[in-house]
């Protein structure tokens, strides 16, 4: 034992208090050279509240934790000094203590990768955005260059939705804060962070410009968190975009209405609602996808005259592909962008293959009845 760390340690002893036994078995484990029960003891040590005061966890790297790092796995030695960055009331000297630790780990391509995510949260946390954006543009190629999932994810992520949160990104703080949820396990989100993620998550679901399929958010477990809440509106409205329903969108208009940021976006959402009635009528419509102008203006509550506009837009956003007949004021449609189903789309679309197969059957018949006639 260097006499740095015996003296830093009996110091600690000496001090009593709360963490009285857990120093003893620090030096315990550190003596008996059992490094990787001590890694394990001091990642979750760093944690104690009692750490959390004045220059303690700075003080713990520095006379103890150095004396040994070298000898710790290396992305547990990033892990363990996440939470002693928070101890140094300068980020500078934040940021460059983990530059340091960056340079020690340079062999481990993940806890060089969590240097980067916690030196950009970091840079986010203080408001330098352009420094907070370069990190995360430089990393995305990174991530999708790994063929597994890692624990380092769900932190990119993370930082990455919380960063176009900030900048009103609603479609890239969509897909990563659900890359995100994807990546942890839900129960271990705190009730009420779960509520915020979950209303958050919602409103940019609406909001972003190019996001057409609710299936995914709905069926996510954390929207639960706003289940008989004063927030229940925001999953009713979810539902009513998933499936298209302008009536009850216009029924939940005097709630939703409330919320700023849908307030000032309602045409967006109106032409959004528009769109997503005439992808679920097409749906809907199965083998028969043949939809005269005057079905789509009574569903979506638009004039005749607007429903070719309404099926231009979706076929330039390739939400649908097929036909418009300005003729016989038809829209001939044989696609529809696929999403994830809620019950309801699941029964209709077994419904549909209910009614394939059946034709295919009678198909079937016909030729054996009229083989003979066919062969003779």
């Not at 209709?348 to 059957?361: A, E, S």
Request: a negative charge.
């Amino acid at each position: 034992m260097s006499s740095r760390v015996e003296t830093y340690l009996n110091e600690r002893k000496a001090n009593g208090g709360p963490l009285a036994n857990e120093w003893l078995e620090l030096e315990s484990l550190y003596q008996s050279r059992l490094w990787h029960e001590l890694t394990l003891r001091v990642t979750s040590f760093v944690h104690r509240d009692e750490l959390q005061q004045g220059d303690q966890l700075i003080r713990f790297y520095e006379d103890f934790l150095s004396d040994f790092e070298h000898r710790i796995n290396q992305l547990a030695l990033v892990e363990i000094i996440i939470p002693i960055t928070r101890a140094f009331k300068q980020v500078d000297q934040a940021i460059q203590f983990v530059q340091q630790i960056r340079e020690k780990v340079k062999a481990n391509p993940l806890a060089v990768l969590l240097c980067d995510i916690t030196i950009g949260k970091a840079y986010l946390i203080t408001k330098n955005l352009p420094e907070a954006k370069k990190i995360i543009e430089d990393l995305a190629p990174k991530f999708d260059e790994l063929d597994h999932l890692t624990t380092v994810h769900s932190r990119y992520y993370d930082l990455a939705s919380n960063y176009y949160r900030v900048m009103g990104n609603h479609s890239e703080y969509y897909q990563n804060a659900l890359k995100y949820l994807g990546c942890i396990d839900n129960s271990s989100i705190p009730v009420k962070e779960k509520a915020e993620r979950a209303f958050n998550l919602g409103l940019a679901a609406l909001l972003a410009e190019n996001v057409y399929n609710f299936g995914e958010i709905l069926q996510h477990p954390v929207l639960n968190a706003l289940k008989d809440t004063r927030e229940q509106w925001l999953m009713d409205l979810l539902q009513a975009f998933n499936v298209g329903d302008v009536e009850k969108y216009e029924a939940l208009g005097s709630v939703w209405q409330v919320q700023p940021d849908l307030r000032m976006a309602e045409a967006t959402l109106k032409r959004k609602i528009n769109l997503l009635c005439l992808m679920d009528m097409i749906f809907t419509a199965a083998g028969a996808r043949a939809l005269s102008f005057s079905d789509v203006a009574t569903r979506t509550k638009l004039s005749p005259n607007q429903v070719e506009l309404l099926a231009m837009q979706a076929l330039s956003l390739g939400l649908i592909r097929g036909s418009i007949d300005q003729v016989d004021e038809k829209l001939n449609m044989h696609w529809v962008k696929p999403r994830v189903l809620d019950l309801r789309q699941v029964a209709t679309l077994k419904k549909r293959l209910d009614q394939w197969t059946n034709d295919v059957k009678q198909m079937s018949t016909l030729v054996e009845q009229q083989a003979g006639d066919i062969l003779s």
